[in-house]
């Protein structure tokens, strides 16, 4: 266990809808990632939060936006979804630069979102 | 877009034997990390090795990096059916706490 939540577990949503996926960051943990792993491929950075603050962004359009909290929690909403949006979603946690430690990010089990 | 590259795909060995699992990549890195997924659930750290590092160890994994040909290799031995997953490397991307994951490497340990 890494004590880094994701929810829901999985999702079913249709093509143009929104989604919101959740996640719940290690406590004391500033920074998080999210992840898009589609099926039979590694996991593809989407943007990393830091503090709050977007820190860095993939390759991916604006219809994928996101927020971090004060108590650890983040979000991941998706806009207008297409049907290759369909994936695990990752978000992974860490201590960030602060730590002055190599930079072990903490998994959660994902979220699957099907669109249809 | 995908850094690492893992090499082979697919691995399929019996328990006991060793599985050695490749993965190079295009740029200059700081470090490489190695995760294990079982079945499309949550990746799971193995280790990671830093650039200025050759050779690392943790229980039955031993991993290898070579930036002179910018690629590395783990190495599970006496490996159990548990060890049953796909293995990914991934190396540090351009904000130092984002990755840039490879495809992977799906390992079946058959009992």
Redesign the interface.
């Known amino acids: 266990e ?1 004590g ?1 939540t994701q929810s829901p577990t999985h999702l079913i949503k249709t093509r143009g809808q929104q989604v919101t996926l959740r996640c719940s960051s290690q406590s004391g943990h500033n ?1 998080v ?1 999210w ?1 898009q ?1 589609a ?7 989407i943007f ?1 939060y ?1 503090r709050e603050e977007e ?2 962004r ?2 991916f359009p604006p219809r994928f936006s996101g927020l971090q909290f004060p108590n650890y929690s983040s979000e991941l909403n998706v806009n207008a979804l297409e049907l290759d949006d369909s994936a ?1 979603y ?1 978000c ?1 946690s ?1 201590l ?2 602060a730590s002055g430690r ?9 979220t ?1 979102l099907t669109v249809t | ?2 850094q ?1 590259e893992e090499d082979p795909q697919a691995l399929s060995i019996q328990e006991g034997e060793n599985a050695t699992m490749n993965c190079s990549y295009k740029t200059s890195i700081n ?1 490489l ?1 190695w ?1 294990r997924q079982n079945s ?6 193995l280790i ?1 090795i ?1 650039s200025n590092e050759r050779e690392k160890h943790s229980g039955r994994l031993r991993v290898t990096l070579d930036t002179s040909k910018k690629s590395s290799s783990l190495l599970i031995t006496a490996s159990r059916a548990a060890d049953t997953a796909s293995y ?1 490397c ?1 190396t ?13 490497t799906r390992l079946t340990v058959k009992p």
């Open positions: 890494t880094v920074t990632s992840y792993q099926l039979g491929q590694g996991p593809q950075f990393q830091y820190n860095g993939g390759n695990l990752l992974a860490s960030g630069w190599d930079y072990e990010q903490y998994f959660g089990p994902g699957r | 877009s995908q690492g470090n990390q995760y499309g659930r949550g990746l799971v750290h990671l830093r990914f991934a540090d991307g351009p904000l130092n706490n984002d990755m840039r994951f490879g495809a992977g």
